[in-house]
């Protein structure tokens, strides 16, 4: 009985040790870099303490083109960063009749995010992410403000592996933008949509 113990002691310590050694080969070869697009979505700009006579805002859609890149340190945890550009258009609508000639105005605005994001992996073709998100304002038409500063990312994907190291996913995501600015005008940039990722492993 001890001896039959010993032995499947021995045989679950060698499967244990063959799955480490599996999940270091993926340690050494998963990385991927390739290139995204967002949009499909709704974008709002959110004013905090709207005073009388204060023009409100709706968003008017938006684009996004990016180059991403993901470090997979085991089979269910990696690491994702890289550079976006997004470009805004915001509808600014008069409170009063005389607020900007009693028109609605277009505001577009751009920016260049930086995601520092955990993504979590699990039954294969699902995972999610999130993190932070360094925005950096490049211009605008100075009525949203400047939206510089650090927002949040929170999303959940689908991806399909294939076997020549091509990866495909579509990653469903919100993004707070400027919850730590040093815009004085309060206002936070809420952004929903859907990013599209074609990756390619580098081994």
Known sequence: ?????????????????????????????????????????????????????????????FITYGI??????????????GIEYSEYKIIIEPYLPLIYHGTSTVSRSSLVNIPLTVRFSFLKYIFLNGGCIIDLG??????????????I??????????????????????????LISSDKSGQKLLEAGFRFGLLFRID
């Open 1 to 61: 009985m001890k001896r039959l113990l010993l032995l499947l002691i021995c045989i679950l310590q060698l499967n244990t040790l063959k799955t480490l050694a599996t999940d270091g080969e993926v340690f050494k070869k998963k990385f991927q870099v390739g290139v995204t697009f967002s949009s499909l979505g709704s974008v709002d700009l959110i004013a905090q303490g709207k005073t009388m006579g204060g023009p409100g805002y709706s968003g008017d859609g």
């Open 138 to 151: 490049t211009s605008g038409s100075g009525r949203i403000g400047d939206k510089s500063g650090l927002g």
């Open 153 to 178: 990312l929170l999303g959940t994907g689908f991806k399909y592996d294939f076997k020549k190291g091509i990866s495909l996913f579509i990653n469903p995501y919100t993004k707070i933008h400027s």
């Open 68 to 81: 991403s890149g993901i470090y997979q340190i085991t089979r269910t945890l990696g690491f994702e960063s």
